[in-house]
Antibody, heavy 118, light 109 residues
Framework: EVRLVESGGGLVQPGGSLRLSCVAS????????MTWVRQAPGKGLEWVAD????????SCLGAVRDRCTISRDNAKNSVFLQMNSLRVEDTAVYYC???????????WGQGTMVTVSS | DVVLTQSPLSLPVTLGQPASMSCRSS???????????LNWFQQRPGQSPRRLIY???DRDSGVPDRFSGSGSGTDFTLRISRVEAEDVGVYYC???????FGQGTKLEI
């Protein structure tokens, strides 16, 4: 059974940082692109970042590019999202998902909530 | 950049009746490799998104055959042949090559 379990969310003040983690099981993690998608309260889905199998190809949403770092540790079946200089508008549920090809996100985690507020 | 426009934003339906929702693009979505990477996701209330359809019309295993996807170029459609109560939620289209989601269609009974 494929499982993706996110963690690391919480309440953070504007300007703060968070490192989100996603641990995968049930598939060959090192063979998969991984992505982060977020959803602000009551809003739609927004792609945030993705990373290829060995971490050599990665990208972040333009609006967060200067504050976003995606990374992975294939030995630990984990993908990470570091977000710095957090803003109120970064408040959202952050999901990790497997991407078998071109946005065909076939498995999703349960999400981790990030709240940016003073 | 490609913009995906879904309509309607809210879709009231009657149980047992068909439902149809649209995803329109500002540009043709045909990829240079001949595929169109237009995917559909369902998000039930309080749940994570779930993929229903990939590459326009390929239905995921476990997805009821009352769901179907169609379209080409700039116009795409997700159809439900007979709506059931468990279908309530928000449906999103996604252009995979641009990582762009539509704004969602909320299906309500």
């Amino acid at each position: 059974e494929v499982r993706l379990v996110e963690s690391g969310g919480g309440l953070v003040q504007p300007g703060g940082s968070l490192r989100l983690s996603c641990v995968a099981s049930g598939f060959t993690f090192g063979n998969s692109w991984m992505t982060w998608v977020r959803q602000a309260p009551g809003k739609g889905l927004e792609w945030v970042a993705d990373i290829n199998q060995d971490g050599s190809d990665k990208s972040c949403l333009g609006a967060v590019r200067d504050r976003c770092t995606i990374s992975r540790d294939n030995a630990k079946n984990s993908v990470f999202l570091q977000m710095n200089s957090l803003r109120v508008e970064d408040t959202a549920v952050y999901y990790c998902a497997r991407d078998p090809f071109y946005g065909a996100y076939d498995f999703w985690g349960q999400g981790t909530m990030v709240t940016v507020s003073s | 950049d490609v913009v995906l426009t879904q309509s309607p934003l809210s879709l009231p339906v009657t149980l047992g009746q068909p439902a149809s929702m649209s995803c329109r693009s500002s540009h043709s979505l045909l990829h240079s490799d001949g595929n169109t990477y237009l995917n559909w996701f369902q998000q039930r209330p309080g749940q994570s998104p779930r993929r229903l359809i990939y590459k326009v019309s390929d239905r995921d295993s476990g997805v009821p055959d009352r769901f179907s996807g169609s379209g080409s170029g700039t116009d795409f459609t997700l159809r439900i042949s007979r709506v059931e109560a468990e279908d309530v939620g928000v449906y999103y289209c996604l252009l995979g090559t641009q990582k762009t989601f539509g704004q969602g269609t909320k299906l309500e009974i």
